[in-house]
Structures are given as structure tokens and as C-alpha cells.
């Protein structure tokens, strides 16, 4: 049985692990997509399902994550008729919160203006309002510094969204300054932040 079809979000809290859906897209941060579900399965408690896009593919090798992992083939394989699931409307019920990382130029842009053309941008699309979702920019300093990206980056914040602000560094190709997506802990932080939060409402 797929792992979103076993505790759907409706299950209650208390019979069930939380639920963290991580987004990945084409960045060079993606290397650190192993590292970050390692650390996030360290938190008793969680459940990881991790989405890609295509690109981010290029940056980490499947066997190295050790959860579910799905792309746009299975949401096209698994759908053949009308009984059949819709997986990214699967996974956004399944998923308690949404964490995007690393987030990079594009897929900023298509979340911003509400393009969906794959699994990850369909996934956002739908996503229920009422569950928190985190984002992770990364990407060049001159992307960064684009003045489109911080528009970008307030329109997924009016959305209710919320930033984990990207770092200066030296980056991987070679440029110094912002742009890199936050350390994997700062992250992981931030979701055990949620997942207290999330658990403090649900045992009051
Ligand atoms: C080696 C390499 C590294 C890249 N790193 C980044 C990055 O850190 N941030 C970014 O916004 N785009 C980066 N890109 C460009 C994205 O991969 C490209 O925009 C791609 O279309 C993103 O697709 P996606 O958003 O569907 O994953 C990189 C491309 C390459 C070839």
C-alpha cells in the first residue's frame, strides 16, 4: 500500500506519526536532500515523504533517501481511470506540513504566479490553507538579487507561507554572497518548531 494511503491527515493525531512532505526542486542545495531527511527521521515522531521535480534528480542519488519518493511519472502511472488516485491530491491530504527545500528560482516564480506543471507545483497548488508550508530559497546572488525575487518571495508570504531565509556564503559556483539555502539544521529547527506548535494543538 502506498504510505499516504495507510494514515491520511484525518487519522487522529494521537494514533498517528506527523506528517512532513518535503518538496524538492533543481538546485544545487538538492545535494543536501539525504542529509535533511536523515536528520528530519531523527525527530520521534515524523513521517517523511519527499516529492522531486526532474531537475532536482540530477543532485542526489534515490537509494540515499530513505523514504517514499515521488516525481511526475507516478502521478501519471497511477492515475488510468476514474476510481484511480490523484496523487498530488493524495499527498496534500496525507501531508500535516509542507517543507520546500531547497526552493529555487523557478519553481518560486511558477508558486508565486500559481503555475502547476508537475507533481510539486500541483501539490502547492492544492495545498490546504490551514497547514503550515515552509520554503527555503536557494539560488545564485544574482538571481537573488533579481528584483523580482523578493516580490516573488512576498507573494508566498501574503499566501500565508513561510520563509526560511536563505544564507550568505561562498557558493558552489564560485560566487560570495546571498542566495544559499539555510543550514539543514536552521531547518530542521524550524520544523520541530511546527511540529511542537501542531502537537500543542492537538493534545489542548
Ligand atoms: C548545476 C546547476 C545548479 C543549479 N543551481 C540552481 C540553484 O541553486 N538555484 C536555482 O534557482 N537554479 C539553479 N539551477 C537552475 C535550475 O536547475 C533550473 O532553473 C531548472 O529549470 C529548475 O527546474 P525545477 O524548478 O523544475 O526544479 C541550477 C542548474 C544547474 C545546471
Same mark, same amino acid.
Request: hydrophobic share 45%; net charge negative; with cysteine.
Given at each position: 500500500?502506498?504510505?499516504?494511503? %495507510? ?13 512532513? &512532505? ?15 531527511? %536523515? ?29 517514499? &519518493? ?125 511540529? %511542537? ?6 493534545? %489542548?
Amino acid at each position: 500500500m502506498e504510505p499516504w494511503a %495507510s494514515s491520511p491527515a484525518t487519522t487522529p493525531q494521537v494514533e498517528r506519526k506527523f506528517h512532513v &512532505l518535503v518538496g524538492v526542486t533543481g538546485s544545487v542545495a538538492a545535494l543536501k536532500l539525504p542529509l535533511l531527511v %536523515s536528520r528530519l527521521l531523527d525527530i520521534p515522531g515524523l513521517e517523511v515523504i519527499v516529492v522531486t521535480t526532474e531537475r532536482a534528480k540530477h543532485f542526489y542519488s534515490p537509494q540515499d533517501v530513505p523514504v517514499s &519518493l515521488y516525481s511526475d511519472t507516478d502521478e501519471w502511472e497511477m492515475w488510468k481511470r476514474r476510481s484511480d488516485p490523484v496523487l498530488h491530491i493524495e499527498l496534500r491530504r496525507w501531508a500535516d506540513l509542507m517543507l520546500v527545500a531547497p526552493l529555487d528560482a523557478n519553481t518560486l516564480g511558477k508558486v508565486a504566479s500559481g503555475i502547476c506543471d508537475n507533481l510539486l507545483t500541483c501539490v502547492i497548488r492544492a495545498w490546504d490553507h490551514n497547514k503550515p508550508l515552509l520554503f527555503c530559497p536557494a539560488m545564485n546572488t544574482a538571481m537573488w538579487e533579481h528584483p523580482v525575487t523578493a516580490q516573488q518571495v512576498g507573494q508566498l508570504k501574503a499566501f500565508g507561507y513561510t520563509e526560511v531565509p536563505c544564507v550568505a556564503k561562498k557558493l558552489v559556483c564560485g560566487d560570495q554572497g546571498l542566495g544559499a539555502m539555510a543550514e539543514v539544521e536552521t531547518i530542521v529547527e524550524k520544523v520541530k518548531e511546527v511540529f %511542537s506548535q501542531h502537537h500543542g494543538i492537538q493534545q %489542548s
